[in-house]
Each structure stands twice: as C-alpha cells, then as structure tokens.
C-alpha cells in the first residue's frame, strides 16, 4: 500500500483566460483578462498557491480559477520537487500508460477525464498531466479504483491482453 502521509512533492502552473458574462443572458461573453496560478504541494502536507507570482492566503482563489468553467486552462509546467538526492522511484512508462489509457476509453470515459480520475483514486486535489509518471503502487491504486467503478475493466483488460499475445504470435 501506497504511503499517504506526505503528499507528492510538486509544482503546476496553468495560464487562465478569464472569461465573464455581460448583461442579462449568457449570450454575451467577455473576455476579463489572464493570469498565471501555481499550486504547490510539498513534501510537509503543506499546500500553497500564487497568482501572478504573489502568495495567497488560501488555495480557495486560485482554484476556483481553474475550476470557473467559462475559463480557459492551459497547463504551461509541472515540475517535481525534490527532497533528498534518492535515486528516482521507478514509473509505469508510456507503454503501460498507453494500455491503462485504452482500457478507460473502452469504459467509456473520454480522454480528459483519464487524468481526473486517477487524481481521485491518489486523493490528488488537480487532475495529473500524465500516466506515465506514475509508480508501480500508484498504478495499482489507480486500477483498484478504475475496476471498482467500473467492473468490466478487468474483463476488458483480459481482451486486450490476448490480442496482444495473439498478434504477437
């Protein structure tokens, strides 16, 4: 099982087009302006968040940014904080990410939200950039998770191993 009690060390950066709406209706949307947000979490629990470069007092700002969905979201770095000078932990690679990625859209669930749902079963509060970053443990805890919502997951799984195998052949 997956150690909890600290969370990842890591740093993402999004540019947010702030989006508003003028007069009565929707019909009339207005561009606000643009701002970056960083959120960091660190290997103390502790969680930050800036806005153009100034710390905030709360994440509640920043996240409802890139929550607003008339805004427009563009990842621009992830960076991973490191804490010691330890040898890095071992990932599933694109490969795998690229399996675990074929089995979710077979479930039926579209691409975006592949990176939500693993963010869920880790207890990550901001969707991931990628699968293929994730270790051995967390891809099994993410699987856990894909299977028990979804329980054809590992019947589908199966499938696509054997015309994997069969091809191979």
Do not use: F
Request: with cysteine; net charge neutral; aromatic share 6%.
């Amino acid at each position: 099982m997956q150690d909890r009690s600290t969370p990842r060390n890591i740093r993402r950066t999004w540019k947010v087009d702030l989006y508003g709406t003028w007069g009565d209706g929707p019909s009339a949307t207005v561009y606000l302006g643009s701002h970056t947000v960083t959120l960091c979490a660190d290997a103390s629990g502790a969680k930050t968040a800036e806005i153009d470069g100034e710390a905030q007092d709360s994440l509640e700002r920043a996240v409802g940014y890139l929550a607003d969905r008339d805004n427009t979201v563009t990842l621009l770095g992830e960076e991973r904080l490191t804490v010691s000078q330890s040898p890095p932990t071992p990932v599933i690679g694109k490969a795998r990410a690229c399996a675990l990625h074929k089995i979710m859209g077979l479930m039926g669930l579209p691409h975006a939200q592949h990176y939500a749902l693993s963010a869920a079963a880790l207890c990550e509060p901001w969707p991931l950039s990628t699968l293929a970053d994730l270790t051995e443990g967390e891809a099994k805890i993410v699987w856990g998770h894909l299977c028990r919502l979804y329980p054809k997951a590992r019947e589908v799984a199966a499938q696509l191993k054997g015309r994997q195998t069969q091809a191979a052949a």
